[in-house]
């Protein structure tokens, strides 16, 4: 890991349009709230070497002021870059879509995700705390352009709340061919079946995370937590299921 400048990609939606897909979570205020929460825990990472740096891209064009406090008050607002814009939401559009287009941009605008072609980006879902996401990083093998988490229960996807690939690589996998999700309404599925179907080609994709993800948050889609029992049960089934039988994808 030390060979390798680590940055994290935080993606960000403030104030959500009202009719986004698929989305129940749209008070600005308490989103904000735990994009703060969040940021702060990332910003924690910065001090103890998990990550280099972290690009915060928000497509709502909401003030970002209380962050970069957060930032300057913890002597890191020079490893950190703020990017801000309005982005469109479009008919239905996935919020994977959307996604995808908001990474897209930061990909073309930011200066830290272009210093170095070599670096390993982390993109992670701006509200979510990924409680063990040093162990996740740690885990990255060498030689890996793309590193994500498949799942198959209950159906064939991808958890897109976090993953890493090498910046040089983008344009070879998940940043190809981006209109094409335009009006899909999983995109996680339909990235899943591109690279089980060998879409990407010689793009070597770790396909499963070594460490089980340990998240805190709440969910977009139907606004549960995941610091719940329910979500808490999953996470150690799941991890003890890592161990045993590694092969079983939940």
């Not at 999700?181 to 996680?188: A, K, S």
């Not at 070597?204 to 549960?224: A, H, M, N």
Request: hydrophobic content about 40%.
């Amino acid at each position: 890991m030390a060979n390798h400048r680590h940055i994290l990609l935080i993606t960000s939606t403030i104030a959500p349009s009202k009719d986004t897909f698929q989305l129940v979570v749209l008070d600005a205020e308490e989103r904000f709230r735990q994009y703060l929460s969040a940021f702060r825990f990332y910003v924690s990472l910065l001090a103890t070497g998990t990550f280099d740096k972290i690009v915060y891209m928000d497509n709502s064009g909401y003030p970002l002021d209380a962050l970069e406090k957060v930032a300057r008050e913890s002597g890191v607002a020079h490893r950190v870059e703020f990017l801000s814009c309005v982005q469109g939401f479009p008919g239905k559009n996935s919020r994977y879509f959307l996604e995808m287009k908001l990474i897209d941009r930061a990909m073309a605008e930011s200066k830290f995700l272009n210093l170095d072609q070599q670096a390993i980006i982390w993109k992670v879902t701006g509200r979510y705390i990924i409680r063990n996401a040093a162990a996740l990083v740690a885990s990255w093998s060498k030689g890996v352009d793309l590193y994500l988490h498949h799942r198959n229960v209950p159906h064939p996807v991808i958890d897109f709340y976090f993953f890493g690939f090498v910046r040089w690589s983008y344009d070879r996998h998940i940043g190809a061919g981006i209109e094409q999700f335009e009006g899909v309404e999983y995109g996680e599925m339909i990235l899943r079946r591109r690279i089980d179907g060998g879409d990407f080609g010689r793009v070597r994709i770790q396909k499963r995370f070594k460490v089980t993800p340990r998240l805190e948050g709440t969910r977009g889609i139907d606004g549960s937590s995941y610091s719940g029992p329910a979500y808490l049960s999953r996470y150690l089934v799941r991890k003890i299921a890592n161990v045993l039988v590694p092969n079983w994808w939940i």
